[in-house]
């Protein structure tokens, strides 16, 4: 089973930033938060992944709680072409075990 | 082009028939991971191969089947077809320590 929930949709304008949020309270000392992306019925795509620290990269920002309970997701300028849904996994180290996707957050973005 | 490849793109057969999908991954990546998504469904983890072997298993049925050869690549083989099996099957790839999961862009089965 997912360890994680997020609200099931969100809508965000274009251009705007979308903040995505994630509770994933029973998270294990090692294990890491990653975001992954599914557009329409595309494979799902990496975006970030962190342990405590906060990330960003050329596609998005990943705040983590100091306590690790939970999380968001920011793309600083939402595009159409950001509409998609977005899985937050809880895992050990990636290539080790495999990924449990829950059931996402749909995010549309509206012009 | 994300690296893994996966073939055909689409299947049409008919129940009862056996099909293998094909997978394979992206250079120097040693696990495999199958994933099964139904309509409107999320992603169901079927079976994942590291380095030839069987790691983990998920809910994939007794009439499902995968190995992992020593090229690396993947075959999922698939019999005794029924109408609930159409889905979209996608294969990952990864290597330890390196961060993200790279998926093909997957095989849509229908069962007709």
């Known amino acids: 089973d997912a360890k994680t929930t997020q609200p099931p949709s969100m809508d965000c304008a274009e251009g705007r930033a979308a903040n995505l949020p994630c509770n994933h309270s029973t998270i294990s000392g090692n294990e890491y938060v990653y975001w992954y992306r599914q557009i329409h019925s595309q494979g799902p795509q990496y975006i970030i992944h962190g342990l405590k620290n906060n990330e960003t990269n050329e596609m998005a920002s990943l705040i983590i709680t100091e306590d690790r309970k939970s999380s968001t997701l920011i793309l600083p300028h939402a595009t159409l072409r950001d509409t998609a849904v977005y899985y937050c996994i809880v895992s050990v180290i990636q290539g080790a075990q495999k990924l449990v996707f829950g059931q996402g957050t749909r995010l549309t973005i509206n012009p | 082009d994300s690296g893994v490849t996966q073939t055909p793109k689409h299947l049409i057969t008919a129940t009862g028939q056996r099909v293998t999908l094909r997978c394979s991954p992206r250079?120097?990546?040693?696990?495999v991971y199958w994933y099964q998504q139904s309509l409107d469904q999320g992603l169901q983890f079927l079976i994942q191969y590291y380095n030839g072997e069987e790691r983990a298993k998920g809910n994939i049925l007794e009439r499902f089947s995968a190995q992992q050869f020593p090229d690396l690549h993947s075959e999922l083989n698939l019999s005794s077809l029924e109408l609930g099996d159409s889905a979209l099957y996608f294969c990952?790839?990864?290597?330890?320590?390196?961060?993200?999961?790279?998926f093909g862009s997957g095989t849509r089965l229908t069962v007709v």
């Open positions: 990952a790839s990864s290597r330890l320590g390196v961060s993200g999961y790279t």
């Open positions: 250079s120097g990546d040693l696990s």
